[in-house]
């Protein structure tokens, strides 16, 4: 189920896109300084999750709860799986929710400008390698 219709944003990163931002930041980069390092793209989970998940074969819902009603939902839910010392994590945690319903977007700006940072694959390229990955086939 989608929190407030999955309008939240993010940044996501590939690993070839880190690994290449990393050596990047070594070899061109200000000791103390911070860089950070994304696919160059910002998406909203509704963009982007269904896209992944597809990957693994699993197609999400339509269906949206709005965060003002998950997140004491998720409270209730956590409080009782700890009172109850029930196993594993609870099927509705605040953590997830808020990672879904607000904007998490990281600005490359300053790794772009000072170092010439490019990412080295596309969102879109990262999840078909991913797709290749699941099916079996070499990335």
């Known amino acids: 189920m989608w929190i407030d219709g999955g309008r939240g944003r ?3 990163t590939h690993i070839d896109n ?3 931002g990393a050596r990047v930041v070594l070899e061109q980069g200000r000791a103390g300084e ?18 992944l998940m597809q990957a693994y074969g699993v197609a999400l819902g339509d269906k949206s709860l709005p965060s003002a009603i998950a997140r004491p ?17 609870p099927p ?6 808020d990672l879904m319903c607000c904007d998490c977007t990281l600005d490359t700006g300053k790794i772009e400008r000072e170092l010439d940072y ?3 694959v596309s969102v879109a390229d990262g999840l078909r390698r991913l797709q290749e990955i699941e099916a079996g086939k070499p990335a």
């Open 73 to 89: 939902a998720a409270a209730a839910i956590e409080g009782a799986w700890r009172l109850l010392r029930l196993p594993g994590a």
């Open 18 to 20: 880190l690994v290449h």
């Open 92 to 97: 509705l945690a605040r953590h997830a929710i």
């Open 118 to 120: 490019r990412p080295v």
């Open 34 to 51: 911070i860089y950070f390092v994304t696919d160059g793209e910002v998406r909203s989970f509704r963009e982007f999750l269904p896209e």
């Open 10 to 12: 993010t940044s996501t």
